[in-house]
């Protein structure tokens, strides 16, 4: 059964965020500079769910401020999402990476750190329930749909989860990483769409508009 806020001791986000200031759930925040909570309003019919910060989340505080932000705004965008109306979180807290030299080198979180950061992402949940959470990459679908997920089976669909009704597409970063300027603008035409799929779904079940 997915938690429901009155299961935890925190009453709202403002008391969560700083509860997850101090986390030490997992080693994660040894290496970085501090805890990154999601952000938006405590009533976002829509939850976008990402993986975990990087290096200027990490620096900055919040979600995706970072080149995958920069673009992730820009696919907002273009679908007729307003972010300021949507809650933006990760699945994972604290940036996990390698020192190597003046870098911070990105590494992707393993099962236990991803388990061990759901009880942030559970409370966010069930204090926002959102109508719509839409996970971003294969690290968000995992954590919460609390199974290995492949992504192309499922993308682009409203499902329904032990984490409320999903709607999977790719993490930003994956069209950043693409080798050339044509498949990253076929992707992200093709993010868009996703994207746009989730609104429209929100408004065929309308009770909060986005």
């Not at 959102?130 to 492949?150: C, N, Q």
């Not at 970063?173 to 994207?195: M, T």
Request: aromatic content about 6%; hydrophobic content about 40%; some cysteine.
């Amino acid at each position: 059964m997915p938690a429901t806020a009155s299961d935890y001791d925190a009453t709202d986000l403002s008391h969560l965020r700083a509860e997850a200031a101090s986390c030490r759930r997992c080693p994660l925040w040894r290496n970085a500079t501090q805890t990154v909570f999601g952000e938006g309003p405590a009533t976002a019919a829509m939850m976008l769910v990402g993986e975990q910060p990087g290096d200027k989340e990490d620096l900055a505080g919040r979600p995706f401020v970072g080149p995958a932000g920069i673009l992730l705004d820009q696919a907002l965008q273009e679908a007729g999402i307003d972010r300021a109306k949507i809650y933006v979180t990760n699945a994972v807290k604290h940036f996990k990476n390698e020192p190597r030299g003046k870098r911070r080198l990105h590494k992707k979180p393993d099962a236990d750190e991803i388990e061990a950061c759901r009880w942030w992402l559970d409370r966010e949940s069930a204090l926002v329930r959102p109508r719509l959470t839409v996970a971003l990459g294969v690290t968000a679908a995992g954590a919460l749909m609390r199974r290995p997920v492949t992504i192309g089976r499922m993308r682009g669909q409203a499902i329904e989860s032990e984490s409320g009704r999903l709607w999977i597409t790719v993490h930003p970063s994956y069209l950043l990483r693409l080798p050339d300027e044509a498949s990253r603008q076929r992707e992200f035409v093709r993010f868009v769409k996703d994207l746009e799929g989730a609104k429209s779904w929100l408004a065929s079940h309308r009770k909060r508009v986005i």
